[in-house]
T-cell receptor, first 112, second 113 residues
Framework: GENVEQHPSTLSVQEGDSAVIKCTYSDSASNYFPWYKQELGKRPQLIIDIRSNVGEKKDQRIAVTLNKTAKHFSLHITETQPEDSAVYFCAASTDYGNQFYFGTGTSLTVIP | NAGVTQTPKFQVLKTGQSMTLQCAQD?????MYWYRQDPGMGLRLIYY???????DKGEVPNGYNVSRLNKREFSLRLESAAPSQTSVYFCASSLDRISYEQYFGPGTRLTVT
């Protein structure tokens, strides 16, 4: 099956700085790559996603890039704010979205 | 519109006991999923149901069974609980295979002693 690796496991940044989280995947058939944010004690929520026919996608301060050749994708958060502090999960999906394989998560702390 | 709901929120079981985790969604979604979340391991898919009447194994199905009762409800059963099943369990749903976005329930924290 698919193997998704995520780095780093923890990340601390100063408020206003940028944060980058990277994921790699193993199955070249993966075609959908979502990112989820999970605040402490809460459920995961989708923040951005990208499909394999797109190289980059932005939504305000959040962007995701995809390199299909290298099988890696990254989450970029600019102008970080304390409310960005959470655990972020990447995921990869094959088979038309029926099975999602998640990374192990990155705990982001934004220091005011 | 409650989204995805799960019951119970917390549960403590003794080894060997059985229980069923309930999940329901009111978004008319076709696909539903059960995940477990363990520290340092992310979310792992236990079972999923692509549509009413179908279920399939995910990454870690051993020790679990599921039932897609109708379009709204998808339950997860532990027949003989083991300490290794101590985890937080999340149910999720998505409109269909094309829409992809998964909506998660609030989770059930299960402890097996």
């Amino acid at each position: 099956g698919e193997n998704v690796e995520q780095h780093p496991s923890t990340l601390s940044v100063q408020e206003g700085d940028s944060a980058v989280i990277k994921c790699t995947y193993s199955d070249s058939a993966s075609n959908y790559f979502p990112w989820y944010k999970q605040e402490l004690g809460k459920r995961p929520q989708l923040i951005i996603d990208i499909r394999s026919n797109v190289g980059e996608k932005k939504d305000q301060r959040i962007a995701v890039t995809l390199n299909k050749t290298a099988k890696h994708f990254s989450l970029h958060i600019t102008e970080t704010q304390p409310e960005d502090s959470a655990v972020y999960f990447c995921a990869a999906s094959t088979d038309y979205g029926n099975q999602f394989y998640f990374g192990t998560g990155t705990s982001l702390t934004v220091i005011p | 519109n409650a989204g995805v709901t799960q019951t119970p929120k917390f549960q403590v079981l003794k080894t060997g006991q059985s229980m069923t985790l309930q999940c329901a969604q009111d978004m008319n979604h076709n696909s539903m999923y059960w995940y477990r979340q363990d520290p340092g391991m992310g979310l792992r898919l236990i079972y999923y149901s692509a549509s009413e009447g179908t279920t399939d194994k995910g990454e870690v199905p051993n020790g679990y069974n599921v039932s897609r009762l109708n379009k709204r409800e998808f339950s997860l059963r532990l027949e003989s609980a083991a300490p290794s099943q101590t985890s937080v369990y999340f149910c999720a749903s998505s409109l269909d295979r094309i829409s992809y976005e998964q909506y998660f329930g609030p989770g059930t924290r299960l402890t097996v002693t």
